[in-house]
């Protein structure tokens, strides 16, 4: 059966192309840093996103969590959004690899602003922990994006204290797309990034983790550490570099069905979406319904063939590739059918 998933946009399938790519794939074995499909992905990373190299890693948390243990010495505070992935979802994993702390910003809109990182940068005072990384995300976990005028405030406050920025851009393709701009537009106000080539740009596994030279050579040391260190990477490297030769710009399709989408929610009794703030692929949907169950809802859904992760009163919707505008229709068909019959 298929389904129409808008759990996450990392539920794509990889495209038909994507797997005789695999299957086509030059190998060789890249601890030896010898697989020439792994080579071209991360030069080809490096050049979209203007930094000098790239390292592909398996996941975007392990491409944050080495960005970490490079900028870092044990014992630093990072500046880093509440909400963001960093804290929220990656098993304090800042804490047990690099021994850093976290302080934290917590806006309404999640964004961190020039005044949270000045008033958190720390002294020489005896009695504080040593400033050593801030870490911005965009897009932000919110589906929201953050202007190229905010970053560069923030990339400027960090370099006149001279501390290193890290940006988790998981959906930083996303985020240009939505600025119309150029991924390395937004990636040079940072000192290294990552980037996800698993979610809306449809390869199976696998992130980017971009910055200079020296950073990414001792990156490919901590990959090592951690157990990351992959051999024959080509089949999915090659993946990757069709994410980036050919699905970034389709990725604009997912944001119009995610305002279609969004639109026709806020039209149902009870639904509501801020519809600024459907800006990327991600649609949070707020419902207040008398006696509204959730799980109910989640199972109802299931049943004509949606899956939507139980969001309890505030509900997000994700779309992707494996979705199109005619599923959406059935969506909110299946939706009004819940609500008014
Ligand atoms: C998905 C995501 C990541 C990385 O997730 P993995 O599942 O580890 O690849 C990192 N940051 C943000 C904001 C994300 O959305």
């Known amino acids: 059966m298929r389904y129409i998933d808008l759990r996450s946009d990392t539920v794509t399938h990889p495209t038909e192309e994507m797997r005789k790519a695999m299957y086509e794939a030059e190998v060789g074995d890249d601890v030896y840093g010898d697989d020439p499909t792994v080579n071209r992905l991360e030069e080809l990373a490096a050049q979209m996103v203007g930094k000098e190299a790239a390292l592909f890693v398996p996941s975007?948390?392990?491409?944050?969590?080495?960005?970490?243990?490079?900028?870092?010495?044990?014992?630093?505070?990072?500046?880093?959004g509440a909400n963001s992935h960093i804290v929220q979802h990656e098993v304090g994993a800042a804490a047990r690899l690099s021994g850093v702390s976290?302080?934290?910003?917590?806006?309404?809109?999640?964004?961190?602003?020039?005044?949270?990182?000045?008033?958190?940068?720390?002294?020489?005072?005896?009695?504080?922990?040593?400033?050593?990384?801030?870490?911005?995300e965009n897009a932000l976990g919110n589906g929201t994006v953050v202007t190229l005028e905010e970053m560069e405030e923030l990339y400027r406050v960090a370099k006149e204290y001279g501390i290193?920025?890290?940006?988790?851009?998981?959906?930083?393709?996303?985020?240009?797309?939505?600025?119309?701009?150029?991924?390395?537009?937004?990636?040079?106000?940072?000192?290294?990034?990552?980037?996800?080539?698993?979610?809306?740009?449809c390869s199976p596994v696998g992130s980017l983790l971009c910055g200079s030279k020296e950073f990414i050579k001792k990156a490919g040391k901590m990959r090592k550490l951690l157990g990351g260190g992959m051999r024959q990477a080509g089949v999915l490297a090659a993946c990757g570099i069709i994410?980036?030769?050919?699905?970034?710009?389709?990725?604009?399709?997912?944001?119009?069905?995610?305002?279609?989408?969004?639109?026709?929610?806020?039209?149902?009794?009870?639904?509501?979406?801020?519809?600024?703030?459907?800006?990327?692929?991600?649609?949070?949907?707020?419902?207040?319904?008398?006696?509204?169950?959730?799980?109910?809802f989640v199972e109802y859904l299931l049943e004509k063939g949606i899956k939507v992760n139980d969001g309890g009163s505030i509900f997000r919707f994700v779309t992707n590739k494996d979705v199109n505008k005619k599923d959406i229709d059935f969506v909110i068909d299946c939706i009004r059918e819940y609500i008014y019959i």
Do not use: W
């Open 243 to 296: 994410s980036l030769e050919k699905m970034v710009n389709r990725l604009e399709e997912d944001h119009q069905n995610a305002k279609y989408l969004a639109q026709n929610l806020n039209e149902i009794e009870g639904f509501s979406v801020d519809l600024d703030k459907v800006q990327i692929n991600m649609v949070f949907c707020e419902i207040s319904i008398k006696d509204f169950n959730s799980k109910e």
């Open 164 to 201: 290193p920025v890290h940006l988790d851009g998981a959906r930083l393709f996303n985020a240009a797309t939505y600025l119309r701009v150029e991924a390395k537009e937004i990636a040079q106000y940072a000192d290294s990034v990552t980037f996800c080539i698993s979610k809306g740009l």
């Open 60 to 80: 975007g948390t392990m491409g944050n969590q080495i960005a970490i243990m490079v900028h870092t010495k044990l014992g630093d505070e990072i500046i880093v």
């Open 102 to 136: 976290y302080s934290v910003v917590d806006n309404p809109d999640d964004k961190i602003y020039k005044e949270d990182v000045i008033k958190r940068i720390r002294d020489e005072d005896i009695h504080n922990p040593t400033t050593g990384l801030l870490c911005l």
